[in-house]
């Protein structure tokens, strides 16, 4: 995975902090590599893993805002996008975005959101009679059902 100029500092830092609070062993070796590759601008794939989980901590937990500003947050996000979580996440959004096609044009009569279970959410958009459902925790945003006329595929 190739990291640009202006992510390499982000990373390598974040890599190095890691490596830092982690026990010695396999872990802490494979962000130091990280660190030493991101450098480099070129990680190794078999640790964009790594590399995504790095990136989700330390922008989840607001460490990268708090550390290295908007800046170090747009550059790991850009970094993010790129690992196996990342794309995994794009592809997802898209696929949402292509059932949400089948409400263009049509008169929205409903939205309403209600919470499933802890952290998690479901949003349920109705017009004429198509009716979307979309749940959201903290891993994914899912299309859980789509129904026309009263009937359709999901839960």
Known sequence: M????AEREYVVAEALALAEVVPEGETRLAYQEIAW???QGDVPEDLTGRVGELVALAVET???????GAAGVRA???VWKETPQGRKAVERAEELNTALTSLRDRTLE?????ATAPGSYAL???AGDIEVRLTFDRDEATLRSINVGGGGVGE
């Open 76 to 78: 790991l996000i850009s």
């Open 37 to 39: 590759a991101a450098d």
């Open 124 to 126: 349920t958009i109705a």
């Open 2 to 5: 190739k990291v640009g100029e």
């Open 110 to 114: 409903s939205v309403r959101v209600t």
């Open 62 to 68: 607001g460490r990268a805002r708090s550390v290295h």
